[in-house]
């Protein structure tokens, strides 16, 4: 498990461990527990992005049965994504505050509540989308885009599925994967125990 880029399910860990798949996944949830991401804030530039993740894919109610992730990437660093109960303001605004150091300079793309963030102490730059902008020299959104596109992956093709009720705990593991992701995965793992 701490090697595979895109995860191990309960099942591919049943057939190596020879156990029923009730012990597998508490094995996985176990494991998991480990990745649990610390509280320490991000500094320096930092992009800010949400997503949703899960639900079915039916065009009129296209995000209601989905779980909106946000996710807070360090240029060069780590990175933080937390499941939210909704993408209001005040929702957003507080875990921006929660995992990221005031005095920061906050790229996003054009989503409106991130306009109120210089009122909370932070800089901003936006790129875009709607406009084709992708970049703005050195101002991007790539790098959290890059971890939605890992996760929604690994989910889909590892996982297949994941409730709401569990997704943080796979969020933590992709977000550790991240942070890991030039030092030996085990080592780091097994410092936390």
């Not at 009720?165 to 995965?185: G, H, I, M, W």
Request: hydrophobic share 35%; proline share 2%.
């Amino acid at each position: 498990m701490s090697q595979s880029r895109n995860g191990v399910s309960a099942k591919e860990l049943q057939r190596h461990l020879g156990v029923t798949y009730k012990t597998a996944w508490r094995i996985g949830k176990q494991i998991r527990e480990l990745m649990k991401q610390d509280e320490e804030q991000l500094f320096g530039m930092v992009e800010v992005d949400e997503t949703y993740i899960g639900g079915q894919h039916r065009q009129e109610d296209k995000f209601k049965k989905k779980t909106p992730v946000i996710g807070m990437v360090e240029r060069k660093g780590k990175m933080k994504a937390s499941v939210i109960p909704n993408r209001h303001t005040h929702v957003i605004l507080n875990e921006l505050r929660k995992g990221v150091r005031k005095g920061s300079h906050i790229v996003t793309d054009e989503f409106g509540v991130y306009k109120k963030v210089l009122k909370l102490g932070y800089t901003r730059t936006a790129v875009k989308h709607y406009r084709k902008e992708f970049a703005k020299g050195m101002y991007h959104v790539n790098s959290v885009e890059g971890f939605w596109s890992q996760l929604k992956r690994s989910i889909d093709g590892t996982y297949h599925a994941v409730s709401p009720k569990y997704l943080q705990s796979y969020v933590d593991e992709f977000a550790f994967r991240y942070n890991c992701r030039t030092s030996p995965v085990f080592e780091a793992m097994m410092a936390r125990i």
